[in-house]
């Protein structure tokens, strides 16, 4: 019997999900998988490769949304050598070393359209054309995309080809959130323990009752992925011991802080820089209050009880409690926008998915904000 790679779950929505994919598994049909961040995308399409007769060759995945759209394309199909600066020499691409096994586009949605014309030749009849030449390759890959976008609302704003999205859409299959999945949740809970103990070789006590009825609460805006370094960080940091409510809620804290807002599919860009912003105040009002004390004690004073924080109030948040102090640094909202976000890698180690996390956005818009301040 094969290894399930990870596709846990036991309630009714990941049976059929399974069952389908182990229908289209035994095909060559090009799938579609939709979700949210986070929810498996990618688990599901090893799980398809692992179980197709593909399963002994590359199985490739692909963030299209990660690389620049400059370079996507000879990322995709290859270049020769001097083809563009930078050039010296010449070099395959995903889709020939995917031959003969798998290749993963995750985010498709972000694929730039001249380079979705291209890749509509590569589904049709599996030939391209490496950057610089002008004779065609053929590679027997099988290709499986995913996005976490609303792709006919793309096709509607002219930013994805029609014609892609329904050769795309042979098969589509839904992942659902982990809020939605129950008791599923303790099983990947379970799986993920057990992944860890054996990894960081950490003997574990387990949740209490209380702390395991949270988990089942938790709306999980980051889906699985939120959920398995949640428990990797209890792991090492918690050194083994049983988690309570007290210790979970300690480590859920920073990203609830976010959950109203993470998993509603209709927030504007607006509603994601006054996220941001929010998210500013908090963080600057700790390291100014912390500047305060340290020149008080510095200069033998006693620290104030209460500190201001040197920022303004956003308009929303001024509307509905106390106005900023007259004093108040006023700062570009873009300006705060970009200190967060420059922070928030920093503090992440230059991980784009946990910064994106921390800052309850989107990847894909953490790799915009990026490029539009430079960081």
């Known amino acids: 019997m094969k290894k399930e790679t990870g596709l846990i779950g036991k309630c009714d929505h990941m049976v059929r999900l399974r069952q389908f994919a182990l229908q289209v598994a035994a095909t ?56 563009f600066t930078g050039a010296v020499q010449a070099r395959k691409g995903y889709f020939e070393s995917a031959d003969r096994g798998t290749i993963f586009l995750d985010e498709i949605g972000e694929m730039p359209t001249e380079t979705q014309v291209k890749f509509l030749r590569v589904i049709e009849n599996g030939e391209f054309q490496r950057v610089g030449a002008s004779q065609s390759i053929y590679s027997d890959t099988r290709i499986i995309a995913a996005t976490n976008r609303n792709l006919i609302q793309s096709v509607s704003d ?93 480590h859920l804290v920073q990203r609830s802080r976010f959950k109203s807002l993470v998993h509603d599919p209709t927030r504007s860009e607006k509603n994601e820089m006054q996220l941001i912003y929010s998210s500013i105040i908090q963080l600057r009002q700790e390291v100014g209050e912390l500047r305060q004390m340290m020149q008080q004690l510095m200069h033998g004073t006693q620290p104030p009880t ?48 946990i910064a994106a996390a921390q800052l309850g956005i989107t990847e894909r818009t953490l790799y915009r904000k990026i490029k539009a301040y430079g960081l």
Request: proline letters at 7%.
């Open 158 to 250: 002219k930013n994805f080809r029609e014609d892609l999205y329904y050769r795309l859409r042979s098969v589509e299959l839904h992942i659902p959130p982990l809020r939605e999945r129950g008791s599923d949740i303790l099983l990947l809970t379970e799986q993920f323990v057990h992944e860890f103990q054996a990894k960081h070789r950490i003997p574990f006590e387990g949740f209490s009752p209380e702390a395991t009825e949270m988990l089942l609460r938790y709306p999980w805006p980051g889906n699985v992925r939120e959920l398995r370094n949640l428990v990797e960080s209890i792991l090492v940091l918690e050194k083994g011991r049983e988690i309570t409510p007290d210790i979970l809620d300690k």
């Open 28 to 83: 060559d049909i090009t799938v579609l998988i939709t979700g949210e961040t986070g929810s498996g995308k990618e688990v599901l399409a090893r799980f398809i490769h692992d179980h197709s007769r593909r399963a002994g060759g590359s199985f490739i995945p692909v963030n299209c949304g990660a690389i620049p759209a400059g370079i996507l394309e000879s990322e995709l199909f290859g270049h020769e050598k001097g083809a």
């Open 306 to 353: 209460q500190h201001h924080l040197l920022l303004p109030v956003p308009a929303a948040q001024a509307a509905d409690g106390p106005a900023a102090p007259e004093n108040a640094e006023l700062r570009p909202l873009d300006a705060a926008e970009k200190q967060a976000v420059a922070e928030a890698l920093s503090s992440a180690g230059g991980s784009k998915r």
